[in-house]
């Protein structure tokens, strides 16, 4: 989309949908997230940390795309970049968790594509990959922030 699209007065039908495509995974990520810090880590209300979950709505809005092996790579790049870790310790937790990230991702993702396809209805085809969606997020903001 371009830059200037969401500026204009009348968005058309086309730009409705990249909004809507932009902006699911965003949310996605932000309540995987919020998930995350709540439900694994058990941080709280008062000790969630807002600006982090803002930060994977905005990598999910501007960046998820749907390719696992460069996704995973540049995601972790990324996430421990406005995490604030210098490039030596953001390269060392990229070794240490992208294999592992991968993996999983193909352990989880595969499977579910396949039941997917062959038994859910195509109305609620949707549905199944958002919730799944939502774990897998969860996964990803635990992984990328744990120190």
């Known amino acids: 989309m371009l830059p200037g699209a969401l ?3 009348a968005p058309s039908a086309r730009q409705g949908e990249e909004l809507r495509v932009q902006t699911v995974p ?8 919020v998930i ?3 439900l694994v880590e058990r941080r709280g209300l008062r000790e969630h940390h807002g600006k982090r979950t803002l930060r994977m709505v905005a990598i999910g809005c501007c960046f998820v ?9 540049c995601f972790l790049a990324i996430t ?11 390269w060392s937790k990229i070794q240490q968790d ?5 993996l999983t991702n193909y ?14 209805p195509l109305s609620h085809r949707l549905a199944v990959v958002q919730c799944v969606a939502i774990v897998w997020n969860c996964y990803l903001s635990w992984k990328a922030n744990r120190v």
């Not at 421990?80 to 953001?90: C, D, H, I, Q, R």
């Not at 992208?98 to 991968?102: E, K, M, Q, T």
């Not at 352990?107 to 859910?120: G, H």
């Open 7 to 9: 500026l204009s007065p």
């Open 26 to 33: 965003g949310a996605l990520m932000g309540a995987g997230d």
């Open 36 to 38: 995350a810090q709540q």
């Open 65 to 73: 795309g749907g390719f696992a092996p460069c996704f995973l790579g």
């Open 80 to 90: 421990g970049a406005v995490n604030g870790l210098s490039v030596e310790e953001n």
């Open 98 to 102: 992208y294999v592992d990230a991968l």
């Open 107 to 120: 352990c989880i993702w595969p499977p579910v594509q396949i039941a997917n396809f062959y038994f859910v």
